[in-house]
């Protein structure tokens, strides 16, 4: 995904919504071709200790005082 993206991503994630929801409108309107592609991100971010989730990539949160990169 693009840096553009990414920060759009994070911004909704860091709002409290959730990252499947995201995918799902970026799906609709042509952002991305594959939730794949944010899924890698939130991997990414996961690595970076700076994601977290429980059972569903697509449904964790970012962690208290995590800042973008």
Known sequence: MTRD???SLWDHVKAGGKAREWIQAALGDGRIASPK??????????????YDYGVALDLGWIVIGAERV
Request: hydrophobic share 35%; glycine share 6%; net charge neutral.
């Open 5 to 7: 993206l990414e920060n």
């Open 37 to 50: 592609q944010a899924w890698r991100t939130l991997e990414k971010w996961t690595d970076k200790g700076l």
